[in-house]
């Protein structure tokens, strides 16, 4: 299986802030990354697939990067809505496997 | 407009079956374009993949799970279903249906809580 690891776990940012989360993955994946935003009680929403191409109705404020095995998603400027959890996803094999998650709370 | 919808017991005995189906609407299952997943997210804790299952009913699942995982389709109804077996208390979590595009899961459903216990 290939292990996603996500740093760090958690982090307190302010409205405004700019945030970067990190995602390893244990082998290269070819740029089949993808990043997920989940709030409480819900279900997660994809952000970023492709490692980088933003899905229909993110905001321009939310941006990936990356290749071979290191990835990044980066929020430019926090607003009030983005404090959730998010997760990274490889799509390259089979088992399909998530990052263990990156809460960003309230400063 | 894409939408799954989760249905099941939400409770189950431990050694049982669980049981799940996810009804597509605004798609049609059959095709295989699309793989139709299975995600399951314990409370407090990440999300762990479980398996997949296209139209022409390939398979795909978790080696971790693989010997209890069962998942067919109906296309008649634009289903598909889970079956895990001989449950424990490890198995209760949020169950999430979705399907795949290519790698990633642009729809999901609203998820189910399922709980093991006697």
């Known amino acids: 299986d290939i292990q996603m690891t996500q740093s760090p776990s958690s982090l307190s940012a302010s409205v405004g802030d700019r945030v970067t989360i990190t995602c390893r993955a244990s082998q290269s994946i070819s740029g089949y990354l993808s990043w997920y935003q989940q709030k409480p009680g819900k279900a997660p929403k994809l952000l970023i697939s492709?490692?980088?191409v933003l899905q229909s109705g993110v905001p321009s404020r939310f941006s990936g990067s990356g290749s071979g095995a290191d990835f990044t998603l980066t929020v430019s400027s926090l607003h009030p809505e983005d404090f959730a959890t998010y997760y990274c996803?490889?799509?390259?094999?089979?088992?399909?496997?998530f990052g263990q998650g990156t809460i960003v709370e309230i400063k | 407009q894409v939408q799954l919808h989760e249905s099941g017991p939400g409770l189950v005995r431990p050694s049982q079956t669980l049981s799940l189906t996810c009804t597509v609407s605004g798609d049609s299952i059959n095709t295989d374009i699309y793989f139709w997943n299975w995600i399951r997210q314990p409370a407090g804790k990440g999300l762990e993949w479980i398996g997949r299952?296209?139209?022409?009913?390939?398979?795909n699942s978790n080696p971790s799970l693989k010997s209890r995982v069962t998942m067919t389709v109906d296309t008649s109804k634009n289903q598909f279903s889970l079956k895990l077996s001989s449950v424990t208390a490890a198995d209760t979590a949020v169950y999430y249906c979705a399907r795949e595009d290519y790698g990633d899961y642009p729809y999901w459903g609203q998820g189910t809580l399922v709980t093991v216990s006697s």
């Open positions: 996803q490889q799509g390259y094999i089979t088992p399909r496997t």
């Open positions: 492709a490692t980088s």
């Open positions: 299952v296209q139209s022409s009913g390939r398979t």
